[in-house]
């Protein structure tokens, strides 16, 4: 069974540090792999990325220098929080490409596709 959980969210106040962890049921080198985020009322938007064709780590404007993605082995990535503020405050998911491309989104004119996700895990920051 394709599966993404996600894990590690959870309650800080403003300038904290969270890792959020992410284990899959598939190999994740061969593939894009990325993180997104929902904010009550908001549409889930992708932050992070790590597109497969050039390995390199992309990120959106708004945590820029804050996050950073990063995969261990074959099967977990994390998103390393730093510097939270309120407005990160959201249900952050792990996501991947399992070749569908059901979504692109685009960091820096790079392309990331993604095709699944996981149930999510809830950060709270609070000021």
């Known amino acids: 069974q394709v599966q993404l959980v996600e894990s590690g969210g959870g309650l800080v106040q403003s300038g904290d540090s969270l890792r959020l962890s992410c284990a899959a049921s598939?190999?994740?080198?061969?593939?894009?792999i990325g993180w997104f985020r929902q904010a009550p009322g908001k549409e889930r938007e992708a932050i992070s990325c790590i597109n497969y064709s050039d390995g390199v780590a992309y990120y959106k404007d708004s945590v820029k220098g804050r996050f950073t993605i990063s995969r261990d082995g074959t099967n977990t990535m994390y998103l390393q929080m730093n510097s939270l503020k309120p407005e990160d405050t959201a249900v952050y998911y792990c996501?991947?490409?399992?070749?569908?491309?059901?979504?692109?989104?685009?960091?820096?004119?790079?392309?990331?596709?993604?095709?699944?996700w996981g149930p999510g895990t809830r950060v709270t920051v609070s000021s």
């Open positions: 598939f190999t994740l080198t061969d593939r894009d």
């Open positions: 996501a991947a490409d399992l070749g569908s491309s059901d979504r692109v989104d685009y960091f820096d004119g790079a392309r990331c596709d993604f095709s699944s």
